[in-house]
């Protein structure tokens, strides 16, 4: 049986359906969101057997945990409670200091770009002031006249991995002949992504500045991200949190901040006897 449930796995309904237990209707979303696609088109046909099942496997323990109400058991219920506490503290985090600091513009490129991921090349023409192990002894300047020559050789016919292992002052070039492989969104510095996520597959960049210096970014191929096929909600907190690695020297500050005011608006009084027993009991033990 399972060998035939995991055969038609495959053959998704139009509605996104994978599988029904018991009436439950369980689709590619509600499998995605527990195996991501990437891992799965990784794997060969027994790993995809043994994922299939541990998924079927899970929501079987789901479903008789709730025939026989042991989400209504008292310890599971202080258990259950206890952690969506932990998640209504997160989002209110979330909600009124993370999200305040980020610009709506961010955002919206974020939601645009995070469903799908690059395969992306490039040449780093780096110079005296690169963040590189071994930065060469090029002026910014000189550095960014040998990038736009190189963009006239590539237009002329010239091989990009030809190109890259001439020229590209990134360590890996030895190796990867300029390839950085599939890029998500939210995985490189600002000022790249922002270029590579612009460009049609197949053109080259202009240079583009960083502090590791020029680069000429090539994009091969486009694929969905695994974030496709995520539900609207989760995609938005995917999107937030994606968006936050921008802002990450601002967040404690924000968060401290928010903290006192909270302290403040809601008139805390703190008991300074108790707590100096409650340390001196503790200081004992």
Known sequence: MRL??????????????VLEIDDQAYSIHDFFSR???KQWERTDSLQKEKMLNDFIDRELCVLEAK????HNDPVTSIKIYNRSLQVLVNESYEYFVARPLLPEENLDLARENAKRELFINHILIGHSESYLGLPPKRTIDEALV?????KQDYAGGENFAVLAEKYSDDPGVKENSGEVGWVSWGTTVAAFQS?????????????????FG??????????????????????????????????RDKLRPAALEYDEKMI???GIVFNLDAINDIVLLYVRQ
């Open 4 to 17: 035939l449930v995991y055969f038609f796995s495959f053959l998704f309904s139009a509605d996104g359906i």
């Open 35 to 37: 195996y991501p696609k």
């Open 67 to 70: 025939r026989l109400g042991l």
């Open 146 to 150: 040998l990038s736009q020559q190189i």
């Open 195 to 211: 270029v590579a996520f612009s460009l049609n597959v197949g053109l080259l960049s202009s240079p583009v500045q960083t502090n």
């Open 214 to 247: 020029y680069h000429l970014i090539l994009v091969s191929d486009a694929r969905p991200s695994d974030y496709h096929y995520m539900s609207s909600d989760e995609y938005e907190s995917l999107v937030l949190n994606i968006t936050k690695n921008s802002i």
């Open 264 to 266: 403040d608006t809601h």
